[in-house]
């Protein structure tokens, strides 16, 4: 899969995705990044990419002419990719989005700055796409966020497949509690269960502290979860077990 970024700003991206997940998948030839710098496209001497808003009004809008030269010379040299657009008005990116993007060979993710981007470059992309409601500088770290949680569903990045399938969001559940060495700290201790060596006791557990953790701390997620039959006896006990 192809990562092409459309940014001002690549010095961001040089330390990120030289490390972990990112660095691996890239050893594996998994993955691979095109990371374009918006202002090698610009055709003035200053290399000016922004400009004061038409009507008025604070800041700077970021110009049309430059991403869309940097666009169609991607296209000549690598073919049409599917354009994201990083923006606080797009649909909010979730685990769904990721995996939907994994599958794509070519990906193309355009980062805003300064107080956005002309309008008109809404029409040259695929999609906007969202991190989360709050304001960021630019969209260099939302694009970090998507690269990290899509290349974790691309088949043989991880080296356990077992660990995408298990991790929070995945199965529409907040994940199980996880404990490791030692069994006892200041006396806090691992749950017995964990130490029993009965994987279905163990499966069981997890299963319920799964539920137990979305229905306290994201009870939103309970509205799109559909539950087995053994779902819907452990959230009769974990209701049944509540104080009060």
């Given at each position: 899969?192809?990562?092409?970024?459309?940014?001002?700003?690549?010095?961001?991206?040089?330390?990120?995705?030289?490390?972990?997940?990112?660095?691996?998948?890239?050893?594996?030839?998994?993955?691979?990044?095109?990371i374009a710098?918006i202002?090698?496209?610009?055709?003035?001497?200053?290399k000016?990419?922004?400009?004061?808003?038409?009507?008025?009004?604070?800041?700077m809008?970021?110009?049309?002419?430059?991403?869309?030269?940097?666009?169609?010379?991607?296209e000549?040299?690598?073919?049409?990719?599917?354009?994201?657009?990083?923006?606080?008005q797009?649909?909010?990116?979730?685990?769904?989005?990721?995996?939907?993007?994994?599958?794509?060979?070519?990906?193309?993710?355009?980062c805003?700055?300064y107080?956005?981007?002309?309008?008109r470059?809404?029409?040259?992309?695929?999609?906007e796409?969202?991190?989360?409601?709050?304001v960021?500088?630019?969209?260099?770290i939302?694009?970090?966020?998507?690269?990290?949680a899509?290349?974790?569903?691309?088949?043989?990045?991880l080296?356990?497949?077992q660990?995408?399938v298990?991790?929070?969001?995945?199965?529409?559940l907040?994940?199980?509690?996880?404990?490791t060495?030692?069994d006892?700290?200041?006396?806090?201790?691992?749950?017995?269960?964990?130490?029993?060596?009965?994987?279905e006791?163990?499966r069981?557990?997890r299963?319920?502290?799964?539920l137990?953790?979305?229905i306290f701390?994201?009870?939103d997620?309970?509205?799109r979860?559909?539950?087995?039959?053994?779902?819907?006896?452990?959230i009769?006990?974990?209701?049944?077990?509540?104080?009060?």
């Open positions: 899969m192809i990562f092409t970024v459309l940014t001002l700003f690549p010095g961001i991206f040089d330390s990120p995705l030289r490390e972990s997940i990112t660095k691996k998948a890239v050893e594996k030839g998994l993955i691979s990044f095109n710098n202002r090698e496209y610009a055709d003035d001497a200053h000016t990419c922004d400009d004061a808003p038409y009507g008025g009004g604070p800041g809008v970021m110009k049309i002419e430059p991403i869309y030269r940097a666009m169609a010379h991607l000549k040299t690598m073919g049409r990719p599917r354009y994201i657009l990083l923006s606080p797009g649909r909010i990116f979730d685990e769904e989005t990721a995996i939907r993007y994994s599958h794509i060979k070519h990906l193309c993710l355009v805003g700055r107080e956005g981007l002309d309008e470059v809404l029409d040259l992309v695929d999609e796409v969202s991190i989360g409601d709050y960021l500088s630019g969209g260099e939302p694009a970090l966020v998507l690269i990290d899509i290349t974790r569903c691309i088949p043989g990045v080296g356990n497949e660990s995408s298990d991790e929070s969001f995945s199965r529409g907040l994940e199980y509690p996880q404990y060495r030692p006892v700290f200041m006396d806090m201790e691992v749950p017995p269960v964990l130490l029993s060596g009965n994987h006791e163990i069981k557990w299963r319920k502290e799964a137990k953790k979305t701390k994201r009870p997620l309970m509205n979860f559909t539950p087995t039959d053994e779902d819907r006896k452990m009769r006990e974990i209701m049944e077990e509540m104080p009060g």
